[in-house]
């Protein structure tokens, strides 16, 4: 059920990509900031429970409709809605359009163009950048959304689908990870967006946290495999720590070995805050960077591969894994 199910996600997903805001995303905040204006009352206590309630309803909603319709209608409707759930929750459409945007741009030499699609989509000054800082950019905030858009809910959908728990794995993940931006200190307020206490704030970097260090290390070792083994388990021991986040690190220090890619710096601090300006004296090749070479346009179609490599590697396990337990 678990490769059928991720398979026929990915595909509909290619075909007929959900954009990244949709009713299910603003279901998502009013459903956040209702529990935050009931339940956070600022004590440790409150901000655990806010985030448990946040995620962990839903999350058991979903499984009792799955195990529902497994138990009553049959597999093949738990399946359709595993495959429904996958969707929204999985793909590579809800982010690769930035990507590529930015990529034409700088294929076509419109650097301008460039800085404006990146500032667009990280909600940063990118007006110093120069090309290959606007390129490390784009691929360290691309590998981070491959993970969390993909190989993050990959994970911990197969692994408790497995046991079975169903899509709610999937549902907790994406969950967590939302939380994880909408209640951040470095966000900025809006209308729908109420402060929140620090007890929030903290419980929920600490949930996420949690929550991603098997799937970040899963996905850097996913890329190690498929690419240059040795100097992306080098990256992860000796450069994951360059990095202001831990698990963020552990991934694209493997990805910088297993392409040879100088990445590091300043670049996911422009994340923390609107308000945030890039100081292109920060982000030259020194000593908080990767080895490896310069971020060129050309290392685009390798980091594009790398990713799909991983997909496909996935892939294959979880249906060798579906396969001994239908056999078995």
Do not use: C
């Not at 993909?150 to 994406?174: D, E, H, N, Q, T």
């Amino acid at each position: 059920m678990s490769f059928f199910s991720i398979f026929l996600a990915l595909v509909i997903e290619q075909v007929r990509p959900l954009s990244g805001v949709h009713f299910l995303h603003n279901s998502l905040r009013k459903w956040a900031t209702w529990v935050s204006r009931n339940v956070d009352a600022g004590h440790k206590t409150h901000g655990w429970l806010a985030w448990s309630v946040t995620v962990g309803v839903p999350s058991l909603l979903v499984l009792l409709v799955h195990w529902l319709l497994a138990l009553t209608l049959g597999w093949v409707f738990a399946v359709a809605w595993n495959v429904a759930l996958l969707y929204v929750t999985l793909g590579f459409r809800q982010f690769s359009h930035h990507f590529t945007d930015i990529r034409d741009a700088l294929e076509e030499g419109n650097e301008n163009l460039a800085r404006e699609l990146l500032a667009q989509w990280q909600q940063v000054d990118a007006s110093a950048l120069p090309r290959s800082e606007i390129v490390r950019h784009v691929i360290e905030h691309s590998v981070i959304d491959a993970h969390r858009h993909v190989f993050g809910v990959f994970f911990w959908y197969a692994v408790l689908s497995v046991i079975g728990l169903g899509p709610v794995g999937a549902v907790a993940y994406r969950f967590a990870e939302f939380t994880s931006r909408f209640w951040s200190t470095g966000s900025t307020p809006r209308q729908d967006s109420p402060m929140v206490s620090a007890s929030l704030t903290q419980a929920t970097a600490q949930a996420w946290q949690s929550l991603d260090w098997l799937p970040a290390r899963a996905t850097a070792l996913g890329f190690a495999i498929v690419g240059s083994f040795e100097d992306a388990m080098d990256g992860w021991r000796n450069h994951a720590q360059k990095f202001p986040n831990d698990n963020d690190g552990v991934i694209l220090a493997a990805t910088s070995g297993a392409i040879h890619i100088q990445l590091g710096g300043a670049t996911l601090k422009s994340t923390q805050s609107d308000d945030t300006e890039f100081d292109a004296s920060n982000l030259s090749s020194g000593s908080t960077s990767t080895p490896g070479r310069l971020p060129e346009v050309a290392h685009f179609a390798q980091v594009v591969g790398l990713v799909w490599r991983t997909v496909v590697m996935w892939l294959v396990l979880v249906a060798l894994l579906t396969l001994a337990n239908v056999l078995g």
